[in-house]
């Protein structure tokens, strides 16, 4: 059973004026505390894309430039969250590229790592791999908020910030989402258990 994660611990005052001054070793500290929970949006929101280190470094880039403007109306995890919403935005709207992932690229399923590579493991690889094949399909909004709400776990209110969209939206987005996935995983048992994760959390 994999240990919970740590929360990232907010900056003090004195780090966020220093890292608005633009001070390196600021930057640096704060970035290196946040930075596991931004891998881990990223690869929610691209999946095993072969581009994620690239988009990373964009959103780290922006949030340097957009620091002096930051004054804490949310947390530094919510608006690193937002910055790498609208580089994901960017990214696909650039034309990424869509091809068939190789399947050494999907990121292991968390787990027991005694437990080595067994068929489950192989099938829950496959199945993530294919998740993120059937949502390219979906808008992009759709898509968005179908993954911060069900793969990342955060409210609708939260996703709904997040997108700067009303809460009716985002839950139609979720819904619809789910629809649309669930219809094309009808014939399939190992995405359907994938899209079925967090149904009926609609109204958090």
Sequence with gaps: MPLPRKAPQEPD??????CRAGDPAALERVFREQLPVLERLLARLLGPDPDREDVLQQVLL???????????????????????????????????PRRRVPLELVPEPEGDPGQGPGPLLADQREGIRRLYEHLEALSERKRIAFVLHVLEGRSIAEVA???????????????FARRELVKRARRDPLLSSLVQHGQGEGER
Excluded: C, D, N, Y
């Design 161 to 175: 910030a997040l997108m700067e969209a009303t809460l009716s939206a985002t839950k139609s987005r979720v819904f």
């Design 62 to 96: 922006a949030a340097v430039a957009a620091f002096p403007a930051f004054r804490g109306e949310a947390s530094v995890r919510t608006w690193l969250a937002g910055i790498a919403i609208r580089t994901v935005r960017q990214h696909w709207r650039q034309g990424a």
């Design 13 to 18: 005052p004195q780090t966020l004026a220093a």
